[in-house]
């Protein structure tokens, strides 16, 4: 039998959970190595490829002008320029490529998410991968994750992010943002403009856009965040893409959001070997 060695503890200091508590998001920079992250940038342009093939036999809609397409249970969405075949997000995504599903389980995001939900043993919320497209992708308006999910999940306190990115962010190619302390708050009320899509965006009166913060990160990084964190995006103005995967977690033995599976995560050492 092969000896068995304990995990480096990946776990946060007290000083980082304080960061987090306080200000409602914490970066762990450069934890994942550029071999790590080279099958991640490939892992992404695959399962863009395969999710953009797969939508030929789902369902297309339309939300204020912005196409999606529900494939199962998975949604993809396309960039918004009228008639784009450029994916800008696929939620899940883990089911289209083994080395996110392997990264669910990494030790790296396993170990800090068991403090964060506050439960030894978790399982996967949702997971979604976001592709900026250098000068094509688009924004993300000023939201909280929680109002997405309050009426499908009953412990929504419960369900911490973190995205991983794959290539360096910058303000450049539309990093993503947050405004630091808004998750004290809880669920905030979104906008009333008439649209479709407009309750699932932060009103602007209920948070102060002052407060933003820029996540620059270089590629590899971690981002972790609270559920009721207000953030967003801006477009990717550079000839750099920003790709990046965000998993949410739970406490286990609870479905997943879209696909109504329980798929409870493990602690693995690492998830691109």
């Known amino acids: 039998m092969a000896a068995r060695y304990p995990l480096p503890d990946f776990s946060l200091s007290t000083q980082e959970l304080e960061?987090?508590?306080?200000?409602?998001?914490?970066?762990?920079?450069?934890?994942f190595a550029p071999e790590e992250v080279a099958v991640f940038q490939q892992a992404s342009e695959q399962a863009a490829a395969r999710a953009q093939a797969a939508c030929a036999d789902g369902t297309t809609y339309h939300l204020d002008g912005k196409r999606f397409v529900d494939v199962k249970h998975m949604t993809v969405q396309f960039e918004h320029q009228p008639g784009s075949e450029l994916v800008r997000v696929i939620e899940p995504v883990?089911?289209?490529?083994?080395?996110?599903?392997?990264?669910?389980?990494?030790?790296?995001?396993?170990?800090?998410?068991?403090?964060?939900?506050?439960?030894e043993a978790l399982a996967l919320w949702t997971d979604k991968l976001n592709l900026k497209?250098?000068?094509?992708?688009?924004?993300?308006?000023?939201?909280?994750?929680?109002?997405?999910w309050v009426h499908d999940c009953a412990h929504v306190d419960l369900l911490p992010n973190v995205m991983v990115t794959f290539d360096d962010a910058s303000v450049a190619n539309g990093c993503f943002r947050v405004i630091r302390g808004?998750?004290?708050?809880?669920?905030?009320?979104?906008?009333v403009d008439g649209s479709q899509l407009g309750g699932f965006y932060t009103d602007p009166a209920a948070f102060e856009e002052a407060d933003q913060v820029p996540m620059e990160a270089p590629a590899g990084s971690a981002i972790f965040f609270d559920p009721h964190t207000v953030h967003g995006s801006e477009p990717n103005l550079s000839d750099a893409p920003r790709r990046a995967i965000v998993i949410t977690y739970q406490p286990a033995g609870f479905p997943a959001l879209k696909s109504g599976r329980v798929r409870n995560v493990s602690m693995a050492p690492g998830a691109a070997d």
């Open 19 to 31: 960061a987090y508590r306080r200000d409602g998001y914490l970066i762990r920079a450069g934890i």
């Open 133 to 148: 497209q250098p000068r094509q992708g688009s924004a993300f308006g000023w939201h909280q994750d929680s109002p997405y």
């Open 94 to 119: 883990h089911e289209l490529a083994p080395a996110f599903d392997a990264l669910i389980d990494d030790a790296r995001l396993v170990a800090p998410m068991r403090q964060l939900v506050g439960a």
């Open 182 to 191: 808004s998750h004290r708050q809880g669920c905030l009320p979104g906008t």
